[in-house]
């Protein structure tokens, strides 16, 4: 009975239930917007974070850490990939038979290190990969050919390493088994378990002699913020507080408005629970519709106003967001209703 | 059903004047009584001591000997100030409480129209209450109070808005949906609503005067 009463008060009063929608909507839409702008951001921070290496770490000890160890890293969840290197002295390109370049002995996995999300050029048989600015000294190209004094000619591939390993961008690279010893182990940390990671390369190189180290590539005050920090303490992370307290705040003052047709149904025989169920009843019957229609119109208008596709997480985000506000406004209602303090009916039966 | 009120007192403030200063009241079933007595006299105040909706300072109600400790079904209110829902419809103000007491809004129409019926108002089941004028309003809360066969109707100044033609009219629906058995107490300051009940009783300096 109460559901039907509490559709028919919405119907009967058009104008109340259709501001009231419209606020919800607003209330949702406005959030929605402030966090896929927010969250745009930070994703666009996110990802220029991973591709400069802010979870890469070294661990160093010259041709004290075991290749193979290394390149097992990558069982591990902590672990996105991760490769070792050593030094192979200096070569000298035909071209330039008075120069001389650095020759890096690379294992396998090295190359998903130093070439994130890109296409991995497979690494040419016999030949060489090269950073862009060796690549550039030479007049080199993706195929090229060249040949060496020390070495066997061969083609080469060209990368570009000024993220990740720059100091790698004038060498020359060959491609060894995963075995033996090397200089050093490339490793990509997993976003998520970036403490147990650095844990797991400890463990992991513990006996790689006295002078051995473990250091995160980047330097910490490299960037200005953490991104998933910066994501936790976001201000708008509670605003489904604030929305629900606003709709409370306003449910409250329309009980005020309402006090005498309140009181009228508690002279007819309902209880305060039956109004607190007829008040929810109200809100469930408008209040999500509304949720749905301010989510859909900010998300859409932002789209359109914006050239990066959205992604789930974004969307999730401003939906749990503004849905907690839309949760908590439909528990506080009822209960808002349940503390409404009365007074005499009588009297308010008289406030029309 | 007997009603009695013991004693009754009633301040609106620790401070202030008595509204009501030891009123003893009784009323038998199926009698009419008006109470009567200048504007601020008390009338209203205790006739929502007799239904419930204020609690008095000192004193009892009693139906039946059974104190009226909250709002029940016993009584059927006609409100001076046409309390009626304005933006529902004669019919949804009628089977209101009805409906609040569980009742399945599909078997309560009815008996809700019969109601409207006898109040003359069966053209304007479906009108919406705002647009009705102050007595054709009046009757739809008549019919609303005798929906749920209350054996006690309690009327707080039911033509005070109205003029003299038209509080024929509402008290005429009054009498006619009045079943013999309910007894009536209506609050009022015409005399012409007065000498149509069994008694009268006035209000004055917060005592009951027959």
Known sequence: MLASEAWRNLVGAPTRTVLIMSLVAVLTGTITWVELTATSSLID?????????????????????????????????????????????????????????????????????????????????????????????????????????????????????????????????SLIAPQGMVDGCMVELTRSAYPAGLDLLSATFADAGPDASINVYRRPDEFTFDPVAALADRPQARAWIAMAGLLALINWLILWFRRSDLALYTTLGSSRTDLAFMMAAETILTAPLAWIVGALWSTAIFQASHPEPLIGDQLAIAARNTGSGLLLTLALIPIGTLLYRRTDLATQLKDR | MSLTAHSVRHRYSPAGPPVLDGVDFEVETGSSVALTGPSGSGKSTFL??????????????????????????????????????????????????????????????????????????????????????????????????????????LADEPTGQLDATTSGLVLD??????????????????????????????????????
């Open chain 1, 45 to 173: 921070f996110q990802r220029s974070y991973d591709l400069r290496g802010g979870y890469l770490t070294l661990a160093y000890s010259q041709g004290r850490i075991d290749a193979a160890r290394c390149e097992r890293l990558t069982r591990n969840t902590a672990i996105e990939a991760a490769g070792g290197f050593r030094s192979a002295g200096t070569i000298t390109p035909s071209p330039l038979p008075a120069s001389l370049y650095s020759l890096t002995e690379i294992t396998p996995g090295l190359i998903a290190v130093d070439v994130p999300e890109s296409v991995v050029p497979t690494f040419p048989t016999g030949g060489y990969l090269v950073g862009g600015s060796g690549a550039k000294s030479l007049g080199l190209s993706n195929q090229s050919y060249i040949s060496f004094a020390q070495l066997p000619p061969g083609p080469v591939a060209v990368v570009d390493l000024t993220n990740r390993a720059e100091e790698r961008e004038g060498s020359f690279m």
């Open chain 2, 173 to 210: 629906a009054l009498w006619a949906a009045l079943p013999g058995s309910t007894t009536l107490v209506v609050a009022t300051h015409d005399q012409t609503v007065a000498s149509r009940c069994d008694r009268v009783v006035q209000i004055s300096d917060g005592k009951l005067v027959e």
């Open chain 2, 48 to 153: 929502a001591i007799l239904g419930g909706l204020t609690q008095p300072t000192h004193g009892e109600v009693m139906v039946d000997g059974q104190p009226v400790v909250r709002l029940s079904s016993t009584f059927g209110w006609v409100f001076q100030a046409n309390n009626a829902l304005g933006r529902r419809t004669a019919l949804d103000n009628v089977t209101l409480p009805l409906l609040a007491r569980g009742a399945e809004r599909r078997s309560v129409e009815p008996e809700a129209c019969h109601l409207l019926e006898l109040v003359g108002l069966g053209t304007r089941i479906e009108a919406v209450a705002r647009s009705l004028s102050g007595g054709e309003l009046q009757r739809v809360c008549i019919a609303r109070a005798m929906a749920t066969q209350p054996s006690v109707v």
